[in-house]
C-alpha cells in the first residue's frame, strides 16, 4: 500500500486506530508523548459495566502496537508541525531525549533498583514515588527506561551516574538530544484524549486541603493491585480502612461557572468504584451524590441495578454543598439537600471520592476548530462523525467529546476506515 | 399526615403561565433549575421545617402558585446571594426569592399593585407627590419668621399633628390588615408545614413573639447568619436609625406639642446618631446596587431603588434641615423642611405596600416559624418535590 498514517496519542483510542490500520497494511507512526502508551486506561483497574479487568484487555493490545510490523511507535514524542492536505501531510516529529539508548535498553530495570533519587509517580497521581529514571508503569510499552531531567541527580548536581555504572548494556546516554523526524503521512487521526480538571476549582469540597478526600482516577489507582497501596482501600490520614465512603458526581463538570459539560463516564465509573469498594471491603457502606444518574449504554442500567440490589449502595439525589473535616478524626461531613424529601442533611463518611470533569486535549499545531463545548469540532455529526474541519484529519476518543472507552474504540475503528481510505490514495468521487 | 399532604397534592392548581409572573418579577432565570439541592445545601438559613430555595422554584416550574403564596419562607431568606454564587446552571435562586417577596407583598395587599407595576408606580409616586405638595400649600402659615428660623412658622405644628396622626392611623390600619391577609394567605395554603397554623399553643405563641422581637426584629440574628458581615450591620444601621429617628421625633413633639419637660439635647443626640447611622445603611445599599459585584445586589428591580432613595432622601433632608436651623438660616430651613416632609409623607403612607412592607411581613413570617418550628422539632415532615 501506498502512504503511511499519523496517530497522534496512545491511549485506549489511538492504540485501536493503529491496529486497525496497521492490519489493513497500511503503516502507522504511533506518537505519545508520555514515556509509554496505554493512557488513561492503563490506570484504571477494572472497566465496567462487566467488571473485567483493564490491563487484560489493555496490554495485549499494547504489545500488539510494539510488536507489529507495521506501526512504529514513536513514544516520548511530539508532533510540532504540520503542512500540506489531505493525502499528503509534512509532519515534524521531535523525539524527546530519555538520555537511554532504545535500541539498547533491555528494560531490566536494574538503574532503576539503583537510583538514589525519589519523585512522587505523576502515574499513581504522586500517591506513591518513582526514581528520577523510570518506566511509567511496569507494564510500559516500550518497556524503556527514561531519565528525568528534573531530578536526576547528574542534570541537577553533575553527580552520581549510578545507572550508567550499573546498565548491563551500557544503555545510558546523557548526551543525548532531541531528535527531530519529518514524516509524509496521507491522514492524521487524533487521539489525544483528556486532563482531568483540578477540583480545587470547586474550593468547598476541600479538595487538596481534606486528605482523605480523593479523585476518581486517584480511587481507581488505590482499588488497583498495581496501585500505590497494592490495591488496600485506606485513607491517607492514617491508612486505615475507610467504614464508609461517599461518591460525589459533577464534580467540575455541569456547572455553567466551571466546565458546563457532562463528562459522560463517571456516573459509571463511580458505581464501578463503589462496588470494588465492596469487593475490597465488604463492610464498607458505599453512597453516591448524583444529579441525574447517566446509565445509557448497552449494560449500564443492569449495572446500576446490581449496584443497588446485589451491592446494597445508596444512591441520593443531590449536589452536596461542601464537605467539613473532623480535624480530629479526619472523618468528613457532607451537606446536602436530599431532593427527594426536600430536607436539608448532613453525612458523615471517611472517605470522598469526587468524580471530577475533564477537559479536553488537542494538538496545538492543528487549525482545527474547537467548537463552545471545547472539544473539538466534527465535520458533521451524522454523517462524518469522526472527520475535523480539515480534510484528512480525524478526531476520536475524549478529544471528540466525553465518552467512555466501549464508544472511543468504535470510533477509533471508524476514523481507521476513513483513513485508510485516504492511505490508499482512492478517492470515490 | 401522609393522608392530608396527599390531598394537598390533588388539590393543588396548576398555573403554567405562572413561571412568566415570577420571571417578570426579576427572577428571569429561574427556569435553569435542575433541581440539584446546591442552593438549598449552601444556605445558611434553610432549615428541616422551611427547606428553601430548590423546594419553591420546584413549586414554581410546576406552576403551583397556592404552593408558594401560603409560604412564609420567602420571608425566612435575607438574600445573602450564597445559593447564586454555587448555583451549578446560574439560575440564580436568591433573586427568585426575592422575586417572591415581590410577589407575596403584591398578593397580601391589592393596593401594592400600585407601587410594583411600572406605570402605575410612576402615577401614583406622582400623585402622592402632589397631594404632599398642596397640602403644605394649603395648610402654610402665611407670616414666616424671616428673620430667624421658626419652622413652625411656615408649617405650623397643629397641621403636622394632625396629618401625622391620621397618616399614622392610616398606617396602622393597612399593616394591620395587611398581616392579615397575609396570615390568612398562609393558613388557607397547602405549603406544609406552615399551613397547619393552629392556636391551641397560645403559651408557645406569645414566648416566640417575644422571641422574635428581640433576637429577629431587634438584632436580627438570623440575617447575621448569612456570610457578609458588614451588609448585617448596614441593614441593623438602616433599621435602628429609622427607629431611633421615629423616637426623636415623637420626643420633640411631646416637648413642642403636649409641653413635655425634657431638654431638646436628648431628641437631638438621638437624631443625629440614628441619621447618621440611617444615611451609612442606605448609602451602603445604594452603592451596592450601583456597584453590582455580588448576587444579591446584581438586580434591582425598581421597587428596591424607590425604597432605598426614599430612606437615603429622608436622612440627607433632615439632616440638612437640622444644620440649617442650627446655623439660623431662615429659606433654606423651610424649603428644606417642606421637602423632608413630602418625602417622609410618601415614605410613611405607602410603607405598607411597597418593599418597606417587609418590615411587618418578615417579623410575622419569622414568628410563625419559630413556633411551627418548635412544634415540629421532632418527627416534622415535608412534601417531596
Same mark, same amino acid.
Request: charged share 20%; net charge positive; aromatic share 10%.
Given at each position: 500500500?501506498?502512504?503511511?498514517?499519523?496517530?497522534?496519542?496512545?491511549?485506549?483510542?489511538?492504540?485501536?486506530?493503529?491496529?486497525?490500520?496497521?492490519?489493513?497494511?497500511?503503516?502507522? !507512526?504511533?506518537?505519545?508523548?508520555?514515556?509509554?502508551?496505554?493512557?488513561?486506561?492503563?490506570?484504571?483497574?477494572?472497566?465496567?459495566?462487566?467488571?473485567?479487568?483493564?490491563?487484560?484487555?489493555?496490554?495485549?493490545?499494547?504489545?500488539?502496537?510494539?510488536?507489529?510490523?507495521?506501526?512504529?511507535?514513536?513514544? !516520548?514524542?511530539?508532533?510540532?508541525?504540520?503542512?500540506?492536505?489531505?493525502?499528503?501531510?509534512?509532519?515534524?516529529?521531535?523525539?524527546?531525549?530519555?538520555?537511554?539508548?532504545?535500541?539498547?535498553?533491555?528494560?531490566?530495570?536494574?538503574?532503576?533498583?539503583?537510583?538514589?533519587?525519589?519523585?512522587?509517580?505523576? #502515574?499513581?497521581?504522586?500517591?506513591?514515588?518513582?526514581?528520577?529514571?523510570?518506566?511509567? #508503569?511496569?507494564?510500559?510499552?516500550?518497556?524503556?527506561?527514561?531519565?528525568?531531567?528534573?531530578?536526576?541527580?547528574?542534570?541537577?548536581?553533575?553527580?552520581?551516574?549510578?545507572?550508567?555504572?550499573?546498565?548491563?548494556?551500557?544503555?545510558?546516554?546523557?548526551?543525548?538530544?532531541?531528535?527531530?523526524?519529518?514524516?509524509?503521512?496521507?491522514?492524521?487521526?487524533?487521539?489525544?484524549?483528556?486532563?482531568?480538571?483540578?477540583?480545587?476549582?470547586?474550593?468547598?469540597?476541600?479538595?487538596?486541603?481534606?486528605?482523605?478526600?480523593?479523585?476518581?482516577?486517584?480511587?481507581?489507582?488505590?482499588?488497583?493491585?498495581?496501585?500505590?497501596?497494592?490495591?488496600?482501600?485506606?485513607?491517607?490520614?492514617?491508612?486505615?480502612?475507610?467504614?464508609?465512603?461517599? #461518591?460525589?458526581?459533577?464534580?467540575?463538570?455541569?456547572?455553567?461557572?466551571?466546565?458546563?459539560?457532562?463528562?459522560?463516564?463517571?456516573?459509571?465509573?463511580?458505581?464501578?468504584?463503589?462496588?470494588?469498594?465492596?469487593?475490597?471491603?465488604?463492610?464498607?457502606?458505599?453512597?453516591?451524590?448524583?444529579?441525574?444518574?447517566?446509565?445509557?449504554?448497552?449494560?449500564?442500567?443492569?449495572?446500576?441495578?446490581?449496584?443497588?440490589?446485589? #451491592?446494597?449502595?445508596?444512591?441520593?439525589?443531590?449536589?452536596?454543598?461542601?464537605?467539613?473535616?473532623?480535624?480530629?478524626?479526619?472523618?468528613?461531613?457532607?451537606?446536602?439537600?436530599?431532593?427527594?424529601?426536600? %430536607?436539608?442533611?448532613?453525612?458523615?463518611?471517611?472517605?470522598?471520592?469526587?468524580?471530577?470533569?475533564?477537559?479536553?486535549?488537542?494538538?496545538?499545531?492543528?487549525?482545527?476548530?474547537?467548537?463552545?463545548?471545547?472539544?473539538?469540532?466534527?465535520?458533521?455529526?451524522?454523517?462524518?462523525?469522526?472527520?475535523?474541519?480539515?480534510?484528512?484529519?480525524?478526531?476520536?476518543?475524549?478529544?471528540?467529546?466525553?465518552?467512555?472507552?466501549?464508544?472511543?474504540?468504535?470510533?477509533?475503528?471508524?476514523?481507521?476506515?476513513?483513513?485508510?481510505?485516504?492511505?490508499?490514495? %482512492?478517492?470515490?468521487? | 399526615?401522609?393522608?392530608?399532604?396527599?390531598?394537598?397534592?390533588?388539590?393543588?392548581?396548576?398555573?403554567? @403561565?405562572?413561571?412568566?409572573?415570577?420571571?417578570?418579577?426579576?427572577?428571569?432565570?429561574?427556569?435553569?433549575?435542575?433541581?440539584?439541592?446546591?442552593?438549598?445545601?449552601?444556605?445558611?438559613?434553610?432549615?428541616?421545617?422551611?427547606?428553601?430555595?430548590?423546594?419553591?422554584?420546584?413549586?414554581?416550574?410546576?406552576?403551583? @402558585?397556592?404552593?408558594?403564596?401560603?409560604?412564609?419562607?420567602?420571608?425566612?431568606?435575607?438574600?445573602?446571594?450564597?445559593?447564586?454564587?454555587?448555583?451549578?446552571?446560574?439560575?440564580?435562586?436568591?433573586?427568585?426569592?426575592?422575586?417572591?417577596?415581590?410577589?407575596?407583598?403584591?398578593?397580601?395587599?391589592?393596593?401594592?399593585?400600585?407601587?410594583?407595576?411600572?406605570?402605575?408606580?410612576?402615577?401614583?409616586?406622582?400623585?402622592?407627590?402632589?397631594?404632599?405638595?398642596?397640602?403644605?400649600?394649603?395648610?402654610?402659615?402665611?407670616?414666616?419668621?424671616?428673620?430667624?428660623?421658626?419652622?413652625?412658622?411656615?408649617?405650623?405644628?397643629?397641621?403636622?399633628?394632625?396629618?401625622?396622626?391620621?397618616?399614622?392611623?392610616?398606617?396602622?390600619?393597612?399593616?394591620?390588615?395587611?398581616?392579615?391577609?397575609?396570615?390568612?394567605?398562609?393558613?388557607?395554603?397547602?405549603?406544609?408545614?406552615?399551613?397547619?397554623?393552629?392556636?391551641?399553643?397560645?403559651?408557645?405563641?406569645?414566648?416566640?413573639?417575644?422571641?422574635?422581637?428581640?433576637?429577629?426584629?431587634?438584632?436580627?440574628?438570623?440575617?447575621?447568619?448569612?456570610?457578609?458581615?458588614?451588609?448585617?450591620?448596614?441593614?441593623?444601621?438602616?433599621?435602628?436609625?429609622?427607629?431611633?429617628?421615629?423616637?426623636?421625633?415623637?420626643?420633640?413633639?411631646?416637648?413642642?406639642?403636649?409641653?413635655?419637660?425634657?431638654?431638646?439635647?436628648?431628641?437631638?443626640?438621638?437624631?443625629?446618631?440614628?441619621?447618621?447611622?440611617?444615611?451609612?445603611?442606605?448609602?451602603?445599599?445604594?452603592?451596592?446596587?450601583?456597584?453590582?459585584?455580588?448576587?444579591?445586589?446584581?438586580?434591582?428591580?425598581?421597587?428596591?431603588?424607590?425604597?432605598?432613595?426614599?430612606?437615603?432622601?429622608?436622612?440627607?433632608?433632615?439632616?440638612?434641615?437640622?444644620?440649617?436651623?442650627?446655623?439660623?438660616?431662615?429659606?433654606?430651613?423651610?424649603?428644606?423642611?417642606?421637602?423632608?416632609?413630602?418625602?417622609?409623607?410618601?415614605?410613611?403612607?405607602?410603607?405598607?405596600?411597597?418593599?418597606?412592607?417587609?418590615?411587618?411581613?418578615?417579623?410575622?413570617?419569622?414568628?410563625?416559624?419559630?413556633?411551627?418550628?418548635?412544634?415540629?422539632?421532632?418527627?416534622? @415532615?415535608?412534601?417531596?418535590?
Amino acid at each position: 500500500m501506498d502512504k503511511p498514517v499519523l496517530v497522534i496519542g496512545g491511549g485506549i483510542a489511538g492504540i485501536q486506530a493503529s491496529l486497525d490500520l496497521a492490519d489493513q497494511g497500511v503503516k502507522v !507512526y504511533l506518537v505519545e508523548k508520555l514515556p509509554s502508551i496505554g493512557g488513561k486506561m492503563a490506570r484504571l483497574d477494572k472497566t465496567f459495566p462487566t467488571l473485567d479487568c483493564a490491563s487484560c484487555i489493555l496490554t495485549p493490545k499494547m504489545v500488539s502496537v510494539a510488536r507489529h510490523p507495521n506501526i512504529e511507535l514513536l513514544a !516520548y514524542s511530539e508532533v510540532v508541525e504540520v503542512k500540506g492536505s489531505a493525502g499528503d501531510f509534512h509532519v515534524k516529529v521531535l523525539k524527546k531525549p530519555r538520555y537511554v539508548d532504545e535500541d539498547k535498553c533491555i528494560g531490566c530495570g536494574e538503574c532503576i533498583t539503583k537510583c538514589p533519587s525519589k519523585v512522587p509517580d505523576e #502515574f499513581n497521581m504522586g500517591m506513591s514515588q518513582r526514581k528520577a529514571i523510570y518506566f511509567l #508503569f511496569p507494564q510500559a510499552v516500550p518497556l524503556k527506561a527514561t531519565i528525568d531531567r528534573e531530578h536526576c541527580l547528574y542534570f541537577t548536581k553533575n553527580i552520581c551516574r549510578v545507572c550508567e555504572r550499573f546498565c548491563p548494556t551500557k544503555a545510558i546516554n546523557f548526551e543525548q538530544k532531541p531528535e527531530n523526524l519529518e514524516l509524509n503521512v496521507a491522514s492524521i487521526i487524533i487521539a489525544t484524549g483528556y486532563e482531568l480538571l483540578d477540583p480545587r476549582i470547586a474550593p468547598t469540597y476541600g479538595y487538596g486541603k481534606y486528605p482523605n478526600v480523593y479523585t476518581s482516577l486517584e480511587f481507581e489507582r488505590l482499588v488497583s493491585s498495581t496501585g500505590p497501596t497494592g490495591g488496600e482501600v485506606v485513607r491517607r490520614s492514617d491508612n486505615k480502612h475507610p467504614r464508609s465512603i461517599a #461518591f460525589i458526581q459533577c464534580v467540575c463538570s455541569r456547572d455553567v461557572k466551571i466546565n458546563p459539560n457532562c463528562s459522560a463516564f463517571c456516573c459509571m465509573a463511580s458505581v464501578k468504584h463503589a462496588i470494588l469498594a465492596k469487593e475490597h471491603l465488604p463492610e464498607v457502606d458505599c453512597t453516591i451524590f448524583y444529579m441525574d444518574l447517566r446509565a445509557f449504554g448497552k449494560g449500564y442500567q443492569e449495572f446500576y441495578n446490581r449496584a443497588m440490589r446485589e #451491592f446494597g449502595i445508596k444512591f441520593i439525589r443531590a449536589k452536596p454543598a461542601k464537605i467539613e473535616e473532623d480535624p480530629e478524626t479526619r472523618d468528613l461531613t457532607i451537606t446536602y439537600e436530599d431532593t427527594f424529601t426536600g %430536607v436539608k442533611k448532613t453525612m458523615r463518611t471517611e472517605m470522598v471520592v469526587l468524580a471530577v470533569g475533564v477537559k479536553p486535549v488537542y494538538p496545538e499545531v492543528l487549525p482545527l476548530a474547537i467548537g463552545e463545548d471545547g472539544y473539538v469540532s466534527l465535520k458533521d455529526a451524522f454523517k462524518e462523525p469522526v472527520a475535523t474541519t480539515i480534510d484528512g484529519v480525524y478526531v476520536v476518543g475524549v478529544a471528540a467529546g466525553a465518552k467512555d472507552i466501549p464508544d472511543s474504540v468504535v470510533q477509533a475503528g471508524s476514523a481507521a476506515i476513513k483513513a485508510s481510505i485516504l492511505a490508499g490514495g %482512492v478517492v470515490y468521487e | 399526615m401522609s393522608g392530608q399532604l396527599s390531598t394537598a397534592i390533588v388539590e393543588a392548581k396548576l398555573r403554567p @403561565e405562572f413561571s412568566k409572573t415570577i420571571m417578570r418579577l426579576g427572577a428571569e432565570k429561574f427556569y435553569r433549575c435542575f433541581n440539584c439541592g446546591n442552593c438549598t445545601a449552601i444556605c445558611p438559613l434553610t432549615q428541616d421545617t422551611a427547606s428553601y430555595p430548590r423546594k419553591l422554584i420546584r413549586y414554581a416550574v410546576m406552576g403551583l @402558585e397556592d404552593r408558594i403564596t401560603s409560604s412564609i419562607d420567602p420571608w425566612l431568606c435575607y438574600y445573602c446571594g450564597e445559593c447564586s454564587d454555587y448555583c451549578p446552571r446560574d439560575a440564580d435562586p436568591g433573586s427568585f426569592m426575592m422575586a417572591l417577596r415581590r410577589l407575596l407583598i403584591q398578593k397580601y395587599s391589592i393596593v401594592s399593585k400600585l407601587f410594583f407595576n411600572k406605570m402605575a408606580a410612576s402615577v401614583t409616586w406622582t400623585a402622592l407627590t402632589i397631594i404632599a405638595a398642596l397640602g403644605l400649600y394649603f395648610f402654610r402659615g402665611h407670616t414666616p419668621n424671616l428673620e430667624s428660623v421658626d419652622i413652625f412658622s411656615f408649617i405650623p405644628l397643629s397641621f403636622i399633628h394632625d396629618a401625622g396622626l391620621a397618616i399614622g392611623i392610616i398606617v396602622g390600619l393597612s399593616a394591620l390588615l395587611n398581616l392579615i391577609s397575609m396570615y390568612r394567605s398562609i393558613a388557607k395554603g397547602t405549603s406544609y408545614p406552615h399551613s397547619k397554623i393552629e392556636g391551641k399553643h397560645l403559651g408557645i405563641w406569645v414566648k416566640n413573639f417575644f422571641k422574635t422581637i428581640i433576637y429577629e426584629v431587634a438584632a436580627q440574628l438570623k440575617y447575621n447568619k448569612c456570610l457578609k458581615k458588614s451588609r448585617y450591620i448596614a441593614h441593623l444601621a438602616l433599621l435602628w436609625g429609622f427607629i431611633g429617628l421615629f423616637i426623636a421625633t415623637l420626643i420633640i413633639f411631646g416637648i413642642d406639642f403636649y409641653g413635655l419637660q425634657i431638654t431638646k439635647v436628648i431628641p437631638f443626640i438621638i437624631g443625629s446618631v440614628s441619621g447618621a447611622a440611617m444615611l451609612y445603611g442606605s448609602l451602603y445599599f445604594i452603592i451596592a446596587r450601583l456597584r453590582k459585584k455580588e448576587a444579591h445586589s446584581m438586580y434591582s428591580y425598581h421597587t428596591d431603588w424607590v425604597f432605598l432613595i426614599l430612606l437615603f432622601l429622608a436622612g440627607v433632608t433632615g439632616s440638612l434641615l437640622t444644620i440649617f436651623i442650627k446655623a439660623n438660616m431662615p429659606t433654606p430651613s423651610y424649603v428644606m423642611f417642606a421637602a423632608h416632609l413630602m418625602i417622609v409623607f410618601n415614605l410613611l403612607i405607602s410603607a405598607p405596600f411597597t418593599k418597606f412592607a417587609h418590615a411587618i411581613y418578615r417579623p410575622l413570617a419569622l414568628w410563625i416559624n419559630s413556633t411551627v418550628e418548635e412544634r415540629l422539632q421532632y418527627g416534622g @415532615e415535608s412534601v417531596g418535590r
